[in-house]
């Protein structure tokens, strides 16, 4: 069984930072593929970004390219996200999420597994 459990959610202005930490437990994650996704009320759930556990080349959608940083810290069997310049558009429920290959790493729906999400609110 695996268990994701997300912190670091909060109001922040707008400009501001805030760094979610998703935090593993319950397998090794060196074959995982790790995933943030976040959901605004009514809209369906989004991508934000992935990456392989064990390393390599991180994605992003295009909207937070250049302002958010998914990073993992091995040792630690944590993830994180570093989201920087946030802008009151990032205000959603942030939910991290784990799956066994690389493929379809955009879809929600192909990750096996999540965290309960954390909420971020940005203020204008």
């Known amino acids: 069984q695996v268990q994701l459990v997300e912190s670091g959610g909060g109001l922040v202005q707008a400009g501001g930072s805030l760094r979610l930490s998703c935090a593993a437990s319950g397998r090794t994650f060196s074959s995982y593929y790790m995933g943030w996704f976040r959901q605004a009320p009514g809209k369906e759930r989004e991508f934000v970004a992935a990456i392989w556990w064990s390393g390599g080349v991180p994605y992003y959608t295009d909207s937070v390219k250049g302002r958010f940083t998914i990073s993992r810290d091995n040792a630690k069997n944590t993830m994180y996200l570093q989201m920087n310049s946030l802008k009151p558009e990032d205000t959603a429920i942030y939910y991290c999420?784990?799956?066994?290959?690389?493929?379809?790493?955009?879809?929600?729906?192909?990750?096996?597994?999540w965290g309960q999400g954390t909420q971020v609110t940005v203020s204008s």
């Open positions: 999420a784990a799956k066994t290959s690389a493929y379809y790493y955009s879809d929600y729906r192909r990750y096996n597994y």
